[in-house]
T-cell receptor
Framework: KAGVTQTPRYLIKTRGQQVTLSCSPI?????VSWYQQTPGQGLQFLFE???????NKGNFPGRFSGRQFSNSRSEMNVSTLELGDSALYLC?????????????FGQGTRLTVV | AQSVTQLDSQVPVFEEAPVELRCNYS??????LFWYVQYPNQGLQLLLK??????LVKGINGFEAEFNKSQTSFHLRKPSVHISDTAEYFC???????????FGAGTILRVKS
């Protein structure tokens, strides 16, 4: 079956703009989590959604937001982009909401802010 | 709060030699433990996980890890590495708190011929 699909794969934006990233989970999976990966900070948890509800949120400013749709697809939005937002953004899908369910990762969206 | 320490940022090793990548975690409660691998320009792939039961966990590609509760460690091992194992490896923990993963800083495994 198809894996986790993230679009777009690459994105270049200007400081101050806003951006929306998309994640389609594996069919049947109902939980989606987002992570930011940078050389300096490593992999950091952004938020997770299950059944269209945000269940957990990491320590990021309010400029970072997300949502999940009824078909489990998820989007994350970053407003007023800063240079430091340049990163690989990874989406992970899981069958259910629970720490013992495996997370499957997409290939990521590489965002460059100039 | 949980934290994960991967003690080596880079591990160089010759092909067919054994390797151990070290991981220590800190948590006030019981956790689930994971090892992921990331190849260049790719997402993360699960190598193995410890949820409960036997402390020796076998994963894909010949990797295994041992959970040591008293030492709060979850070291990853492979008896004989291949060039294709060159990648970055991440240890992660999850408390009983949804699917949130806390990752270590990663260890780059460089396999030399």
């Amino acid at each position: 079956k198809a894996g986790v699909t993230q679009t777009p794969r690459y994105l270049i934006k200007t400081r101050g703009q806003q951006v929306t990233l998309s994640c389609s989970p594996i069919s049947g999976h109902r939980s989606v989590s987002w992570y930011q990966q940078t050389p300096g900070q490593g992999l950091q948890f952004l938020f997770e959604y299950f059944s269209e509800t945000q269940r957990n949120k990491g320590n990021f400013p309010g400029r970072f937001s997300g949502r999940q749709f009824s078909n489990s697809r998820s989007e994350m939005n970053v407003s007023t982009l800063e240079l430091g937002d340049s990163a690989l953004y990874l989406c992970a899908s899981s069958l259910e909401w629970g720490a013992n369910t495996e997370a499957f990762f997409g290939q990521g969206t590489r965002l460059t802010v100039v | 709060a949980q934290s994960v320490t991967q003690l080596d940022s880079q591990v160089p090793v010759f092909e067919e030699a054994p390797v151990e990548l070290r991981c220590n975690y800190s948590s006030s409660v019981s956790v689930y433990l994971f090892w992921y691998v990331q190849y260049p320009n790719q997402g993360l792939q699960l190598l193995l996980k410890y949820l409960s039961g036997s402390t020796l966990v076998k994963g894909i590609n010949g990797f295994e890890a041992e959970f040591n509760k008293s030492q709060t460690s979850f070291h990853l091992r492979k008896p004989s590495v291949h060039i294709s194992d060159t990648a970055e490896y991440f240890c992660a923990v999850s408390e009983f708190d949804g699917n949130k993963l806390v990752f270590g800083a990663g260890t780059i495994l460089r396999v030399k011929s």
